[in-house]
């Protein structure tokens, strides 16, 4: 189940209605929710879906193909770093609207056998494309304690990084029971009285090891780098985050380029000589949006979603 449906076909909506080229972008197309949801709402003259999971692409054009919805959009093999530069090999240097719904999708997590989440015993796989890259266990067997536990705590904002890192190497785990077990048996008195029945104590070892095993931040990085500069004048970037690294990221960027640039105070200028931002947070969206009540019944995956939205007003 796609989150935030609505806000997101509210945020790009004016984007797709107003801006030429009406070129709608989804960096992180998964099983296609939001982008059916904008082809039916908005209609763009022309639609790019980027996904690096084969299997997400397939079923994904299966959906498009139900609903005939396959005109004028084009799927495209490979992760959101390269949208830029996959763009401009077909002649596409501006669009209307992109949007990236980070981390992993429900398809990835729904199938036991990717090894992402603790539901299902499985090998510790958790490769968002599973033809090429390291598997979580091929990392786990060779990988030194000190950098283990730095990615727990980096990436996992584990407080007990360093005695869960020193048990996972010693136990070298290859599947996901075998994982959670080592982690809970590793976890200090006190975190566990913290977390209570509230989440499984591996949660965060696993998102550690998912973001880094896919490299998560750095291509939420290069995206947050590369993709304002393919925005049209009106055109908008809607990006969906669900934990605080993710989030952090977005909105400093956001913040940073919807400021104008700063002008030495000895430089003599008027008023209207004064540089403006070439981009600006839309009121509706400047603090980040929710999901509704009813959405975070309905979907549990949708409580820690977030949505924020950045406009180019300037060429």
């Given at each position: 189940?796609?989150?935030?449906?609505?806000?997101?076909?509210?945020?790009?909506?004016?984007?797709?209605?107003?801006?030429?080229?009406?070129?709608?972008?989804?960096?992180?197309?998964?099983?296609?929710?939001?982008?059916?949801?904008?082809?039916?709402?908005?209609?763009?003259?022309?639609?790019?879906?980027?996904?690096?999971?084969?299997?997400?692409?397939?079923?994904?054009?299966?959906?498009?193909?139900?609903?005939?919805?396959?005109?004028?959009?084009?799927?495209?093999?490979?992760?959101?770093?390269?949208?830029?530069?996959?763009?401009?090999?077909?002649?596409?240097?501006?669009?209307?609207?992109?949007?990236?719904?980070?981390?992993?999708?429900?398809?990835?997590?729904?199938?036991?056998?990717?090894?992402?989440?603790?539901?299902?015993?499985?090998?510790?796989?958790?490769?968002?494309?599973?033809?090429?890259?390291?598997?979580?266990?091929?990392?786990?067997?060779?990988?030194?304690?000190?950098?283990?536990?730095?990615?727990?705590?980096?990436?996992?904002?584990?407080?007990?990084?360093?005695?869960?890192?020193?048990?996972?190497?010693?136990?070298?785990?290859?599947?996901?029971?075998?994982?959670?077990?080592?982690?809970?048996?590793?976890?200090?008195?006190?975190?566990?009285?913290?977390?209570?029945?509230?989440?499984?104590?591996?949660?965060?070892?696993?998102?550690?090891?998912?973001?880094?095993?896919?490299?998560?931040?750095?291509?939420?990085?290069?995206?947050?780098?590369?993709?304002?500069?393919?925005?049209?004048?009106?055109?908008?970037?809607?990006?969906?985050?669900?934990?605080?690294?993710?989030?952090?990221?977005?909105?400093?960027?956001?913040?940073?380029?919807?400021?104008?640039?700063?002008?030495?105070?000895?430089?003599?200028?008027?008023?209207?000589?004064?540089?403006?931002?070439?981009?600006?947070?839309?009121?509706?969206f400047a603090k980040g949006v929710i999901a509704a009540p009813d959405e975070q019944g309905d979907n549990p995956r949708a409580r820690s979603a977030r949505l924020r939205?950045?406009?180019?007003?300037?060429?």
């Open positions: 189940m796609s989150v935030l449906l609505r806000e997101v076909c509210r945020a790009l909506a004016p984007a797709l209605a107003t801006t030429a080229p009406a070129i709608l972008v989804d960096a992180t197309c998964g099983l296609g929710g939001h982008l059916l949801a904008l082809l039916e709402s908005s209609r763009p003259t022309r639609a790019f879906a980027f996904d690096r999971d084969p299997a997400a692409r397939a079923l994904a054009w299966q959906r498009l193909e139900t609903a005939a919805m396959t005109t004028n959009v084009t799927m495209i093999d490979g992760r959101f770093s390269t949208m830029n530069a996959r763009l401009a090999e077909v002649g596409v240097t501006q669009v209307a609207a992109i949007l990236a719904d980070l981390g992993v999708s429900s398809l990835q997590l729904d199938d036991g056998a990717r090894g992402f989440s603790w539901r299902a015993d499985a090998p510790l796989d958790m490769r968002m494309d599973p033809t090429t890259g390291t598997s979580a266990a091929e990392l786990l067997a060779t990988i030194e304690t000190n950098e283990l536990a730095r990615i727990l705590r980096e990436l996992g904002e584990e407080p007990d990084a360093g005695r869960i890192a020193r048990a996972i190497v010693a136990a070298r785990p290859t599947s996901t029971t075998a994982l959670v077990e080592v982690v809970t048996a590793a976890m200090s008195a006190p975190q566990r009285r913290k977390i209570g029945l509230r989440i499984n104590p591996a949660t965060r070892t696993f998102q550690a090891l998912r973001l880094h095993i896919n490299n998560e931040l750095g291509e939420l990085d290069r995206l947050l780098e590369d993709a304002p500069g393919l925005l049209a004048v009106g055109g908008r970037l809607a990006i969906i985050s669900f934990h605080s690294l993710e989030d952090r990221r977005v909105k400093q960027r956001f913040a940073r380029l919807s400021r104008p640039p700063v002008v030495p105070a000895h430089v003599p200028l008027r008023a209207d000589e004064l540089p403006r931002a070439k981009f600006a947070l839309p009121p509706e939205v950045l406009e180019r007003i300037e060429a």
